[in-house]
């Protein structure tokens, strides 16, 4: 059975900075491609960055380019997003899962990151 862990969120003031880490249990992760998600009060889920293990290629949603970087350890079963720069509108529950994983699929409990202005 699939676990995802996350793990890392908090309060933080803006320009500051969090690491996220997610575990993952029951699949292996060089199987697929990983990605970061996060979904804010009243919104729907939304895609923040994603990274293929066959060749280390990373994705960003344009709202984190150039703060946000997204890395793993295969060895680890862990995926990390490291956040830089933060800002209040990043505020939001983060969660990590496949890079194609869909709203009926098995979603972990996530970690939530509040930016204060």
């Known amino acids: 059975q699939v676990q995802l862990v996350e793990s890392g969120g908090g309060l933080v003031q803006a320009g500051g900075s969090l690491r996220f880490a997610c575990a993952a249990s029951g699949c292996t992760f060089s199987s697929y491609p990983m990605g970061w998600f996060r979904q804010a009060p009243g919104m729907e889920r939304e895609f923040v960055a994603a990274?293929?293990?066959?060749?280390?290629?990373?994705y960003y949603a344009d709202f984190v380019k150039g703060r946000f970087t997204i890395s793993g350890d295969n060895a680890k079963n862990t995926v990390y997003l490291q956040m830089n720069s933060l800002k209040p509108e990043d505020t939001a529950v983060y969660y990590c899962n496949t890079e194609n994983a869909g709203p009926d699929d098995y979603w972990g409990q996530g970690t939530q990151v509040t930016v204060s202005s």
């Open positions: 990274i293929s293990w066959s060749d280390g290629s990373t």
